[in-house]
């Protein structure tokens, strides 16, 4: 009775899956190692190179508004074209109504989210509508003197607007009514590039201005 001896490389069987197994492993770690190290580089070159290269070129091009667009009197800061304030009095123009925390409060941004259904938006418009007919009679109410900005902070009024409230601020500043008009035209901003957004005044920029005409 003979034996019948055979090697690896006449089955070509016995080394087949222990050499498959390694290969596997092996493109496994490479895979891993590759995806650490790519979100690695991703992580230093968007999250820290571009932000900190986009800040430093927008602050050498655009010191002003990189720093905010604040606006300063006198040494001190007084606020930023960007952002809206509240204005009572009489002797002011008055930003649009806001609903960003208790008004104006630009740490909780935000609107009233109350949809065209709501009840109570026609009737809280309605409201403000009468209110502010009884301060410039026979003139029409300017849509943005009774909505809310999506972010409760728009630094901005319309041309109209800021016509609407001119009779009221002339006569608590012993103004013209023409003279404040003639202020207002100075201050109008035309559309970015001539195509984006509206025709729009900015409510400090236009105060600062009433506060040195009557020096």
């Known amino acids: 009775m003979h034996s019948v001896e055979t090697t690896d490389e006449e089955l070509g069987t016995r080394g087949a899956p222990h050499a498959t197994y390694e290969h596997e492993t092996s493109v496994k770690h490479s895979l891993w190692g590759t995806s650490i190290r790519f979100t690695m580089v991703t992580a230093v070159i968007f999250g820290l190179g571009y932000p900190l290269a986009v800040t430093g070129l927008a602050k050498v091009m655009f010191p002003r508004q990189a720093e905010g667009s ?52 026609p009737a809280r418009m309605q409201a403000d509508i009468d209110k502010l007919a009884v301060e410039n009679p026979g003139k029409p109410v300017p849509i943005d003197m009774v909505t809310y900005s999506a972010s409760g902070l728009d630094p901005d009024i319309t041309p109209d607007n800021a016509y609407f409230q001119a009779p009221r601020i002339a006569n608590a500043r012993g103004l013209t009514e023409a003279a404040v008009r003639s202020l207002i035209d100075q201050h109008i901003k035309g559309r970015t590039l001539g195509l984006l957004g509206e025709p729009r005044v900015n409510v400090l920029d236009l105060n600062i201005a009433l506060d040195d005409a009557g020096k």
Not at 84 to 113: E, L
């Open 70 to 121: 604040l606006i300063v009197r006198n040494g001190q800061v007084i606020g930023s074209e960007l952002i809206a304030q509240s204005f009572t009095s009489d002797k002011f123009f008055h930003p649009r109504p806001s609903a960003a925390g208790n008004g104006y409060d630009a740490t909780s941004s935000g609107g009233t989210n109350l949809a065209q259904s709501n009840a109570k938006l």
